[in-house]
């Protein structure tokens, strides 16, 4: 079953620079929210910024990963 | 059905629908709370819309999301074009974006105009009958 610190560290994983929290909305360990703040979001559209983090999981979302909301914007102040 | 035709099917709906929603359940009766809260926001801007349940056939889900992309459901369609899931579509509706886009009126307040609407409150939208059974 995966956990909200699993989610985390796969996404800053996957998007080096990136920072995440993950939460687990139900406590079931299958609906979690992310809000993800990266400078590879910058220039992107909502849905390539989403798609971005949907990619990190692949095929787990909507199997193991049940629901994945998502919050995604760039770090204050720009890219560093 | 083969995939084919299903895959056919829903490029048809997103073809000939302007606003074509695909969810779980039906909008009167969604099946599930991202869907609901997607399918109460086109209510809350009084849009027009046909919707398509994606449950009867999981095929219905697979084909959508080879051919969008996108994993998830609820997935919005405007002009062909996928606008994206809940959370897309609850932040566009919220900043005025959503709203501009369908060209519908921003309601004063967005979060009370969605959480009003209920099935028996709002004649229904228009409905996509499901071929797909």
């Given at each position: 079953m995966p956990s909200p610190s699993e989610l985390k560290e796969r996404i800053e994983t996957a998007l080096p620079g990136s920072t995440a929290q993950v939460d687990d909305?139900?406590?079931?360990?299958d609906h979690f929210r992310a809000e993800v703040v990266s400078?590879?979001?910058?220039?992107?559209?909502r849905i390539e910024q989403h798609r971005l983090v949907y990619d990190v999981f692949g095929d787990d979302v909507g199997g193991p990963i049940h629901a994945l909301s998502i919050k995604t914007s760039t770090p204050p102040g720009g890219a560093t | 059905m083969t995939n084919e035709e299903i895959k056919d099917f829903i490029d048809n709906a997103i073809g000939e629908n302007r606003v074509m929603l695909f969810l779980?359940?039906?909008?009167?009766?969604?099946?599930?709370g991202f869907s609901a809260r997607t399918a109460g926001t086109l209510n809350a801007l009084d849009v027009k819309y046909a919707a398509l349940d994606?449950?009867?056939?999981?095929r219905i889900r697979e084909e959508l999301t080879s051919l969008s992309?996108?994993?998830?459901?609820?997935q919005l369609f405007v002009d062909g074009e996928l606008i994206g899931g809940a959370d897309i579509v609850a932040e566009m509706y919220e900043t005025g974006e959503l709203a501009e886009k369908l060209g519908a009126e921003q309601p004063a307040e967005p979060e009370a105009a969605v959480a009003q609407t209920t099935p028996e409150r709002k004649a229904p939208p228009m409905q996509l009958e499901n071929r797909l059974d």
């Amino acid at each position: 079953m995966p956990s909200p610190s699993e989610l985390k560290e796969r996404i800053e994983t996957a998007l080096p620079g990136s920072t995440a929290q993950v939460d687990d909305l139900t406590g079931g360990g299958d609906h979690f929210r992310a809000e993800v703040v990266s400078d590879r979001f910058a220039g992107l559209s909502r849905i390539e910024q989403h798609r971005l983090v949907y990619d990190v999981f692949g095929d787990d979302v909507g199997g193991p990963i049940h629901a994945l909301s998502i919050k995604t914007s760039t770090p204050p102040g720009g890219a560093t | 059905m083969t995939n084919e035709e299903i895959k056919d099917f829903i490029d048809n709906a997103i073809g000939e629908n302007r606003v074509m929603l695909f969810l779980k359940g039906t909008p009167q009766q969604p099946a599930c709370g991202f869907s609901a809260r997607t399918a109460g926001t086109l209510n809350a801007l009084d849009v027009k819309y046909a919707a398509l349940d994606v449950l009867p056939d999981p095929r219905i889900r697979e084909e959508l999301t080879s051919l969008s992309g996108w994993p998830t459901i609820p997935q919005l369609f405007v002009d062909g074009e996928l606008i994206g899931g809940a959370d897309i579509v609850a932040e566009m509706y919220e900043t005025g974006e959503l709203a501009e886009k369908l060209g519908a009126e921003q309601p004063a307040e967005p979060e009370a105009a969605v959480a009003q609407t209920t099935p028996e409150r709002k004649a229904p939208p228009m409905q996509l009958e499901n071929r797909l059974d």
